[in-house]
């Protein structure tokens, strides 16, 4: 949220009632402002996502069935939940304002599943109308098909095409819109099979025009994410641009555009300087400049991680977010393959952009605590929780003692 510059959670706990909603909102200093907990009264909750705008978290539930016997035994909703085949699904709408209440609005079935919704952004409108708020979000929708044949696999995910078309559904991108106690649905473009839907993150939770996402190379067939395409949903418009056969595009990622300016100098200083020393020659004095953010929507670039299938390694992929179809502005080789399908995030704050020594440092104190597994927090004699002897934390945290 960064109209007031919170990071926004929840959590989905179930029990044998049901399932109970928590919302937790935090400041930049990573403290928590906000946490707001709701009972549902629509049973076991599957949610895959949720979206903010400034007054509503929202997230969309579809109906399940409850294997009772399975619950009980593992304690996984995962493989004790089952969405409801035909069913409506409901949309939560929990007020993050200071009444803190939870309104829920059954959404009806339009022959296709409104599970696992993939939300891009929320934001509230003013009907011109009528003057009634209306909440819109855009998300990508699946169609259901092929969802049961899939779970978790180990990299690499497929070995082919057929094995990826039979373990993943058709995805589209679609617009729900809420107002007067209903919900309606409006497909924006079923022509490309459509993942990792994103917008510039300064318009989180306001309205925004843009949607960047990856797509399939076959259309509306299911196909793996591959291309890159920016979705105009005001002018209803789609660019794209796809790489080589054999390269597939990760998540696009935003990432706003430094602005160099030059300042005036302030040429009555200059003018009593000349004065003073009766010197009317004098060079001008060399321009100065300053660097502000472009706050355009679409202003920036769109980065991407590209992986080559025949090489296996990837690529750094920059574009004008401007002009996406004019294809990468910039390309940077990683030197090493990175999953296709990993998620990420741009920041340009201080504390995050650390030199190659801090990574390094960084990444080996991860290798050390995921090498002990579950024993990661165990307690040795020398008071170390993360299971590092006293003699590794000067290797790993510096000299701290």
Aim: proline share 5%; glycine share 8%.
């Amino acid at each position: 949220d960064p109209a007031n510059a919170r990071m926004v959670f929840y959590a989905n706990q179930q029990d044998s009632a049901g399932s109970f909603l928590t919302l937790y909102e935090f400041n930049e200093k990573f403290r928590l402002v906000n946490k707001i907990e709701h009972r549902l009264k629509t049973g076991f909750a599957l949610l895959s996502d949720f979206g903010i705008t400034e007054s509503f978290a929202l997230f969309v539930q579809p109906e399940v069935v409850v294997n009772g016997m399975s619950y009980m035994v593992n304690k996984d909703p995962g493989t004790s939940l089952k969405v409801e085949a035909g069913s409506i699904a409901y949309l939560h709408l929990m007020s993050r304002d200071l009444d803190k209440t939870l309104t829920t609005i059954p959404i009806p079935h339009d022959g296709i599943s409104d599970a696992d919704l993939q939300f891009c952004n929320a934001y509230e409108e003013d009907a011109e109308d009528t003057g009634t708020k209306t909440i819109v979000f855009d998300v990508i929708r699946s169609d259901g098909t092929n969802t049961a044949k899939g779970g978790m696999k180990e990299w690499p995910w497929v070995a082919s095409l057929k094995d990826f078309q039979e373990s993943s559904s058709q995805k589209s991108l679609w617009r729900y819109r809420y107002r007067s106690g209903k919900v309606e649905k409006e497909c924006i473009d079923s022509t490309l099979q459509t993942s990792f839907g994103v917008i510039n993150p300064e318009f989180s939770g306001k309205k925004h025009r843009f949607i960047y996402a990856t797509v399939g190379a076959m259309g509306s067939e299911v196909a793996p994410p591959q291309g890159i395409a920016k979705f105009d949903v005001e002018g209803k418009t789609t660019e794209v641009w796809f790489p080589k056969e054999y390269e597939f595009c990760g998540e696009p990622v935003y990432a706003p555009r430094a602005v160099r300016t030059e300042v005036e100098n302030n040429t009555d200083d200059d003018n009593e300087k000349d004065i003073d020393n009766n010197e009317d020659d004098d060079e001008p004095s060399p321009p100065s400049y300053t660097t502000v953010l472009d706050t355009t929507e679409d202003g920036g670039y769109i980065i991407s991680v590209l992986l080559n299938g025949k090489t296996q390694e990837s690529h750094i992929l920059v574009f004008d977010a401007q002009s996406i179809t004019s294809g990468p502005i910039t390309q940077i080789s990683l030197g090493m393959g990175i999953p296709h399908g990993l998620h990420g995030c741009f920041t340009a704050a201080e504390e995050a952009t650390w030199p190659p020594d801090e990574i390094e440092r960084r990444t080996r104190l991860a290798d050390k605590i995921e090498s002990r597994g579950n024993r990661w927090n165990e307690v040795k004699s020398d008071f170390s929780g993360l299971g590092l002897r006293l003699d590794d934390f000067e290797e790993y945290f510096g000299d701290i003692l």
